[in-house]
């Protein structure tokens, strides 16, 4: 009987080492569950506060999301003489996408901006139209001015046109580039035009700035196709 006795003994001793075994097991497993909910939680105010910070961020530089720009080709099918063919007609409208105020190149060269728009048709206004101003800058600085054609509706004659309201101590030198703005109808770095005379502006406090005057690209060769910018939600209208 005493060794039975002992038996029964040594066998409940083990498995009370093994309950508590099971027991520490089970306690650390849940220890390094607990640590990973911490740890995931930490994760999670993280992600918080950066999308916080980054929503802050888009305020304060007044940042706005890019819709994507989808190009539509056209042709020239008429020129308006009344305008020194300052102003075209392009055999695409509306059903395409086609709204008012977008932008319009003759490969790669900035054209001009639409302004008329029926279903099938749209009349483009050109960059040497004395009314199609357009937000550009010489290449290679921060200046920024106004592009404006001339009032001369003399087709004999290659348009020239001018950059105005450029600062006064902005780096103009002839020959060099003029392409759109950060804040221009079409997208920055679209090459405008070629500085025929920087002109340093008139003399004394006249005025705080300065014009130019620049040969468009656009018109260097003839072109008969031209491409309209347009933005992704106006074709789904």
Same mark, same amino acid.
């Given at each position: 009987?005493?060794? +039975? $006795?002992?038996?029964?003994?040594?066998?409940?001793?083990?498995?009370?080492?093994?309950?508590?075994?099971?027991?520490?097991e089970?306690i650390?497993?849940?220890?390094r569950?607990?640590h990973?909910r911490?740890? @995931?939680a930490?994760?999670?105010?993280?992600l918080?506060?950066?999308?916080r910070?980054?929503s802050?961020l888009?305020?304060?530089?007044h940042?706005?999301?890019?819709?994507?720009?989808?190009?539509?080709?056209?042709?020239?099918?008429?020129?308006?003489?009344?305008?020194?063919?300052?102003?075209?007609?392009?055999?695409?409208?509306?059903a395409?996408?086609?709204?008012?105020?977008?932008?319009?190149?003759?490969?790669?060269?900035?054209?001009?901006?639409?302004?008329?728009?029926?279903?099938?048709?749209a009349?483009v206004?050109?960059?040497?139209?004395?009314?199609?101003?357009v937000s550009?800058?010489?290449v290679?600085t921060?200046?920024?001015g106004?592009?404006a054609g001339t009032? @001369?509706?003399?087709s004999?004659?290659r348009?020239?046109i001018?950059?105005?309201?450029?600062?006064? @101590?902005?780096?103009?030198r002839?020959g060099?580039i003029?392409? $759109?703005?950060?804040?221009s109808?079409?997208?920055?770095?679209?090459?405008?035009g070629?500085?025929?005379?920087p002109?340093?502006?008139?003399?004394?406090?006249?005025r705080?700035?300065?014009t130019? +005057?620049?040969?468009?690209?656009v018109?260097?060769?003839?072109? $008969?196709h031209? $491409?309209v910018?347009?933005?992704?939600?106006?074709?789904e209208?």
């Amino acid at each position: 009987p005493a060794i +039975t $006795t002992g038996d029964r003994v040594e066998s409940e001793v083990s498995d009370r080492v093994r309950m508590l075994q099971s027991k520490v097991e089970l306690i650390q497993e849940i220890t390094r569950l607990e640590h990973e909910r911490v740890e @995931d939680a930490v994760r999670l105010a993280r992600l918080d506060e950066l999308q916080r910070l980054n929503s802050e961020l888009k305020k304060q530089l007044h940042l706005t999301i890019q819709l994507p720009v989808e190009m539509v080709h056209a042709r020239v099918i008429v020129r308006d003489a009344a305008t020194g063919g300052r102003r075209l007609q392009i055999n695409r409208g509306a059903a395409y996408g086609i709204a008012i105020g977008q932008p319009v190149l003759a490969g790669r060269f900035l054209l001009g901006r639409v302004v008329e728009v029926s279903h099938h048709l749209a009349y483009v206004q050109t960059v040497a139209d004395a009314n199609c101003h357009v937000s550009v800058r010489p290449v290679g600085t921060r200046c920024s001015g106004i592009l404006a054609g001339t009032p @001369d509706l003399s087709s004999e004659v290659r348009p020239v046109i001018q950059v105005r309201h450029l600062q006064m @101590d902005c780096d103009i030198r002839k020959g060099q580039i003029i392409g $759109t703005s950060d804040h221009s109808i079409a997208p920055p770095g679209i090459k405008v035009g070629v500085v025929l005379d920087p002109a340093d502006g008139p003399q004394g406090n006249e005025r705080p700035d300065r014009t130019c +005057t620049i040969r468009p690209y656009v018109y260097d060769q003839p072109f $008969t196709h031209v $491409t309209v910018l347009v933005q992704r939600d106006a074709r789904e209208l």
